[in-house]
Each structure stands twice: as structure tokens, then as C-alpha cells.
């Protein structure tokens, strides 16, 4: 059974900071990015940051030089760390892992239930 478990959502003021974190389990095979994603009410999902192979990280450009991705591979773990939230980054964000080819199609996919940032003005 793979599971991907988020935690580290809730409530602040614009400005605060939060971390966000994935805990996965089970046997995931063939993954090569990890990442987060959110939806806002009303919006299209948007991929918030990720990372794969290499090394190499991706960031929304409305989050750059505020959030962080990293991962502790001891513990099965990928974190997103929030600095400087705004009230826009009111979002559920999910936690993603899968297979992507060099055309760009997902072949192998997981998802975290998703946990609710809210940011106050």
C-alpha cells in the first residue's frame, strides 16, 4: 500500500511561515520528481515546487525566494518550507510523487490527501 501523509497546514497572519511535510510509505517504484502542488477555490491545480533527478528543483515563480523544497531520504520524508506567506497562497497543497517521461506524460503517479494553508491579511 503506498501512502503519501501530509501534515504541517493551518492558519497565519501575512508574513508568518509554515513547513509542510510528506511522509511516504509502501513500495514506490520508478518515481524520478517529488513535489507540491496547489489548488485555490475556483483555480486550476499549480505546481508549487518539485525536484528530480539531479537534483534539479522547479518553483512557481510567485513563490521564488519565499519557499523552499527539500527532503530527508532517512526518514521518507519531503518538505516545503513557507516564508513570507501571502494571503494568495491560501491553498490546499498536495503532495506528488511520479514517473515523468521525456515527453512530459505521467506514468506512475501518487498523491497526499492535501492540507489546508490558510493566510490571513
Known amino acids: 500500500q503506498v501512502q503519501l501523509v501530509e501534515s504541517g497546514g493551518g492558519l497565519v497572519q501575512a508574513g508568518g511561515s509554515l513547513r509542510l511535510s510528506c511522509v511516504a510509505s509502501g513500495t514506490i517504484w520508478s518515481i524520478n520528481v517529488m513535489g507540491w502542488y496547489r489548488q485555490a477555490p475556483g483555480k486550476q491545480r499549480e505546481l508549487v515546487a518539485d525536484?528530480?533527478?539531479?537534483?534539479?528543483?522547479k518553483y512557481l515563480d510567485l513563490v521564488k525566494g519565499r519557499f523552499s523544497i527539500s527532503k530527508d531520504n532517512t526518514k521518507n520524508t519531503v518538505y516545503l518550507q513557507m516564508n513570507n506567506l501571502r494571503p494568495e497562497d491560501t491553498a490546499v497543497y498536495y503532495c506528488?510523487?511520479?514517473?515523468?517521461?521525456?515527453?512530459?506524460?505521467?506514468?506512475?503517479?501518487?498523491w497526499g490527501q492535501g492540507t489546508q494553508v490558510t493566510v490571513s491579511s
Open positions: 506528488n510523487f511520479h514517473n515523468e517521461l521525456n515527453d512530459g506524460i505521467w506514468t506512475r503517479e501518487y
Open positions: 525536484f528530480r533527478t539531479g537534483g534539479i528543483t
